[in-house]
């Protein structure tokens, strides 16, 4: 009896064991994704006050920029490296869908654009540089606020052709990926 039930439960875990295999096996199958982190560290304090409660959610402990300092930074060329896209690069093949998730506090664009440049708020672009055409009129534009990433939402990007793709954020438009399709 006792070996029958050792048995028993060398066979479960087996069939355990298989049905995991296959479940993974399955996860393959489907449509690939790419994972593209947008991330920020906005200081709630300082931006709700210049841009309206809740602009800034951030839930990050201790690591707040002050809206005067992003805006410092930016003018003298060394923006924030806090606001960002991870990563940098991104290499898929042709079908994989390109997910995008806010995880900062602040609303991003993720902006497909021919070339990077500025966005479309001049003070926040480099030193001579200029906004981009795919930025330019901000969410007046239709095209740039159909890119707009919320704070703990996320854009999906498919059908990317084969080749290099460039993508920004129209407000910080420091932050950028290159995606690599194959
Ligand atoms: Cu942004």
């Known amino acids: 009896m006792r070996k029958t039930v050792a048995k028993l439960a060398i066979l479960a875990s087996c069939m355990l064991s298989i049905a995991a ?3 993974v096996g399955q996860e393959h199958e489907g449509p690939r994704i790419s994972q593209v982190v947008a991330l920020d560290e906005c200081d709630p304090t300082t931006f709700n006050a210049a841009l309206g409660p809740d602009f800034c959610k951030n839930v990050t402990l201790g ?4 809206l005067s300092d992003l805006f410092a930074k930016a003018a003298a060329g060394t923006p924030d490296p806090g606001w960002d896209f991870e990563p940098d690069v991104v290499h898929m093949k042709q079908g994989t869908i390109l997910s995008v998730v806010d995880q900062g506090g602040e609303p991003h664009t993720f902006t497909e654009v021919k070339e990077f ?5 001049p003070p926040l672009n480099a030193p001579g540089e ?3 055409p795919e930025c330019s009129n901000g969410f007046a534009n239709v095209a740039v606020a159909r890119t707009r990433i919320l704070q703990g939402s996320q854009l999906q990007i498919t059908n990317l052709s084969k080749g290099e793709h ?4 129209c407000i910080h438009p420091w932050m950028r990926v290159k995606v690599v399709v194959k």
Do not use: R
């Open 63 to 66: 690591y707040f920029t002050v």
């Open 130 to 132: 200029t906004v981009v």
């Open 117 to 121: 440049g500025g966005g479309f708020i």
């Open 166 to 169: 460039y993508f920004q954020c």
């Open 21 to 23: 295999t296959e479940a």
